[in-house]
Nanobody, 126 residues
Framework: QVQLVESGGGSVQAGGSLRLSCASSGYNLLDFKAWFRQAPGQEREGVAAIATTGVTYYRDSVNGRFTISQDNADNTLYLDMDTLKSEDTAMYYC?????????????????????WGQGTQVTVSS
């Protein structure tokens, strides 16, 4: 049973920074990992993804401000968020893909992922 647990969310003023963490347990051979977010009344959207090779993908609105990384030694995924804007306010979820199974819809498409955390809230005030 794979478990993903996010932490690091909080409230910050516009222009500030936060670091989100996602600890995984239960299965070490995961494929792509990613961060998604969902604001009230909106659909969940992909923010950033990272392959096992270290190649990264970002949605246009966060490119240059957010950085996804992973520590393979302790199975932790990170999202460093800088120059935060009010429109970044959302619940942030980490996700992971089981290798070699299921359809592939792209690195920041939620349908590509099998495992999800419970989310951590990020609130940016202007």
């Amino acid at each position: 049973q794979v478990q993903l647990v996010e932490s690091g969310g909080g409230s910050v003023q516009a222009g500030g920074s936060l670091r989100l963490s996602c600890a995984s347990s239960g299965y070490n051979l995961l494929d792509f990992k990613a961060w998604f977010r969902q604001a009230p009344g909106q659909e969940r959207e992909g923010v950033a993804a990272i392959a096992t090779t270290g190649v990264t993908y970002y949605r246009d609105s966060v490119n240059g401000r957010f950085t996804i990384s992973q520590d393979n030694a302790d199975n932790t995924l990170y999202l460093d968020m800088d120059t935060l804007k009010s429109e970044d306010t959302a619940m942030y979820y980490c996700a992971a893909r089981r290798p070699g199974s299921g359809q592939w819809f792209g690195p920041i498409n939620a349908a590509s992922y099998h495992y999800w955390g419970q989310g951590t809230q990020v609130t940016v005030s202007s």
